[in-house]
């Protein structure tokens, strides 16, 4: 047994995902893209700080760019297992880059207020509320092997934590070098690598078989199965709840960076920093696994790790002691995700893959907009500090609430796994799937 477990792990696998042609393509345009996400995300948060110097408007305006995610996600999905995933997301990113622009405009001609930064923040919102589930399920049409979608996943949670790594870093110095402008116009000319490389891929659409229903029954369809299944519902109520209490303190990181720490834009590109090399590590370790096995466990112990680590963050006034502390915290809350969705899109039915990734990113990053303005105004009449210990009791909660139903979680995806020929089904002990909250196929 030492062995297997010993045997999970192989840093020679990390990369082999991008043995693919249209995943390096998608690979090393997202990974520009993202660089430039991140550089505009920690600039328009500075720059709502420094015009208002108000928690709560943070958490506004975190809201109004998340909210249309939850709101939209459910009808996205229903379009998107209907149409071309990679039309839909030239198209998106198109829309994205339009976005970046006009904040660069309104800066530099003396216009911005904060009114045109939660309209354009919003409209962000629509689109990703749209871009989102189409980039979490268009993995799989670019993995031919679907041994390596576990991999694909953690190679995107590697890129995307090496984007808040490089971002934030690069954004702090440029803030306080020549103001949030530049990091708006970079994102902006970023969004283009990530076009290019969609143009240059080679996708082979395959329509849907399945007979269109209308949108509110296939909304309905996908929602029943959704809600049926055990383990694909344990996973988004533990997302979910992560989401919207454990999450959004990286919404306060300015207050701990300028009140709490003392400190200025460089202070804040250091935190967010500091997250991003502990999901950077998080992501790795999951691209060096083998398969899927073993990734509930982890998923419970990491939600725990979590919610205990922002509660030490709480306490810490000295930057060193902080960093250290969300090296932990995104290293743990990569872990969890990108196992959740590891987990979820080895076990989706395909023809319901984009609705249920749909739901996937509302629990995701849908609750976060709830849990941005919860923060915010619980911030600004408590403190930031005892917002986030909060969120760390409700993180801790939440894991142990999973562990009480793992059981049945673990039963019931044993004989999928089994199934698809990730484990024997001697081991797996497979019964029939009527017993184990299993909906039945189509």
């Not at 609750?367 to 969120?391: C, E, Q, R």
């Amino acid at each position: 047994m030492s062995k297997d477990i010993k045997n999970d792990f192989n840093f020679s696998f990390i990369l082999r995902a991008l043995k693919y042609r249209n995943y390096r393509l998608f690979f090393s345009g997202q990974l520009i893209s993202l660089i430039g996400t991140w550089m505009q995300q920690i600039a328009l948060s500075w720059l709502v700080y420094r015009m208002t110097n108000s928690a709560f408007m943070l958490g506004l305006v975190g809201f109004v760019g998340q909210i249309p995610t939850f709101l939209f996600s459910p009808i996205a999905g229903v379009l998107i297992d209907r149409f071309n995933k990679h039309k839909i997301l030239v198209l998106t990113q198109t829309l994205a880059m339009i976005q970046a622009f006009t904040l660069v405009i309104l800066i530099s001609t003396g216009s911005i207020s904060v009114y045109y930064i939660l309209l354009l923040n919003a409209f962000l919102g629509m689109v990703n509320s749209f871009d989102a589930p189409t980039r979490q399920s268009f993995v799989v049409e670019m993995i031919e092997n679907k041994e390596d979608l576990g991999n694909a996943i953690a190679l995107n949670s590697m890129m995307f934590n090496s984007a808040r790594l490089i971002g934030p870093s690069v954004a702090g110095l440029l803030i306080a070098a020549v103001g949030e402008s530049m990091c708006f116009l970079i994102n902006g000319i970023s969004y283009i690598a990530v076009i290019i490389a969609l143009l240059f891929m080679k996708i082979n659409f395959k329509k849907a078989v399945h007979q269109q229903k209308q949108i509110v029954q296939e909304l309905k369809d996908g929602w029943n199965y959704t809600r049926n299944f055990k383990p694909i519902k344990y996973l988004l109520l533990l997302i979910g709840l992560v989401s919207l209490m454990g999450t959004p303190y990286v919404v306060l990181m300015p207050v701990f960076a300028k009140e709490i720490l003392h400190g200025g834009p460089h202070t804040l590109g250091f935190l967010v920093g500091s997250m991003g090399v502990g999901a950077f590590f998080g992501a790795m370790l999951l691209a060096s696994r083998k398969n899927v096995i073993g990734l509930g466990k982890i998923i419970m112990r990491v939600t725990f790790l979590f919610g205990a680590t922002l509660i030490l963050f709480s306490f810490s006034k000295n930057i060193f002691i902080s960093m250290a502390l969300l090296f932990i915290a995104g290293f743990a809350m990569m872990t969890q995700m990108a196992s959740s969705n590891t987990i979820i899109q080895t076990i989706v039915e395909d023809n319901k893959r984009g609705r249920v990734m749909s739901f996937y990113t509302m629990s995701f990053m849908g609750t976060m907009p709830i849990g941005s303005l919860l923060a915010g105004f619980t911030a600004s009449k408590i403190g930031a500090a005892n917002t986030v210990i909060i969120g760390g009791i409700c993180c801790i909660i939440g894991s142990l609430l999973f562990a009480s139903r793992f059981q049945k979680f673990s039963k019931a995806v044993r004989p999928i796994y089994a199934k698809m020929g990730i484990i024997p089904e001697i081991v797996a002990g497979i019964e029939s799937t009527s017993n184990l909250g299993v909906p039945p196929q189509d």
